[in-house]
């Protein structure tokens, strides 16, 4: 009921495409979804979150999209670059519990 | 100005040693975390404190200490290290139940 499932665990995409991994939880109680970007040698950064009260969340090239029902999560980075390459994690957390769950991780390569 | 440091950055040590990691956030935070990140570079949480009081201990071993003695630092000891406890230890911080900030790592390596 704690878990995160993240997929794909990797991802090859060309430049200018569309990057896009998913997310699954099982306790309904989580509701807070923060995505992660982390680069070789560094801590994972912020990049995006979402409350479960909206569908869909924008930010530059990045958008989440979070399906309730299904309990699905999903992350999708337009026009793709080769600066984007990091492992992107999700995850989950109950607002008050101090504590995420963190998905296992997806190592996105772009192409040149 | 960094928001999260952790010191150091790399610490290679033998086993059955005793070795501390300090964090330090200047983002005005609440809350600090401890997370483990193993080989597979999955994130496993194992402490959270709240202005200096302990509120998350994800059933770590007992040799792992964290200690808090403001809201600002919060300190890791490891007593009688043992080979799988190298990892990636990252320090975080948040305010209430917001994005954390992490710091950059310390990578260590018992041999």
């Known amino acids: 009921q704690q878990q995160v499932k993240q997929s794909p665990q990797s991802l090859i995409v060309q430049k200018g495409g569309i990057s896009i991994i998913n997310c699954a939880y099982e306790?309904?109680?989580?509701?807070?979804f923060p995505w992660y970007q982390q680069f070789p040698g560094k801590g994972p950064a912020l990049l995006i979150a979402i409350r479960p009260d909206v569908s869909e969340k924008k930010e530059g090239r990045f958008t989440i999209s979070f399906n309730k029902s299904a309990k699905q999560f999903s992350l999708h980075i337009m026009d793709s670059q080769p600066g984007d390459s990091a492992t992107y994690f999700c995850?989950?957390?109950?607002?008050?519990?101090?504590?995420?769950?963190f998905g296992t991780g997806t190592r996105l390569k772009v192409l040149a | 100005d960094t928001a999260v440091s952790q010191t150091p950055k790399y610490l290679v040590t033998q086993m059955g040693n005793d070795k501390s990691i300090k964090c330090e956030q200047n983002?005005?935070?609440?809350?600090m975390y401890w997370y483990k990140q193993d080989s597979k570079k999955f994130l496993k949480i194992m402490f959270s404190?709240?202005?200096?009081?302990?509120?998350i201990n994800e059933t770590v071993p007992n040799r792992f200490s964290p200690k808090s003695p403001d809201k600002a630092h919060l300190n890791l000891h490891i007593n009688s290290l043992e080979l799988g406890d190298s990892a990636v230890y990252f320090c975080?911080?948040?305010?209430?139940?917001?994005?954390?900030?992490f710091g950059s790592g310390t990578r260590l390596t018992v041999v």
């Open positions: 995850a989950a957390s109950i607002i008050g519990t101090y504590k995420y769950i």
């Open positions: 404190y709240n202005n200096k009081e302990l509120i």
């Open positions: 306790n309904t109680a989580f509701d807070y």
């Open positions: 975080a911080s948040s305010q209430l139940d917001g994005g954390y900030t």
């Open positions: 983002l005005g935070h609440d809350t």
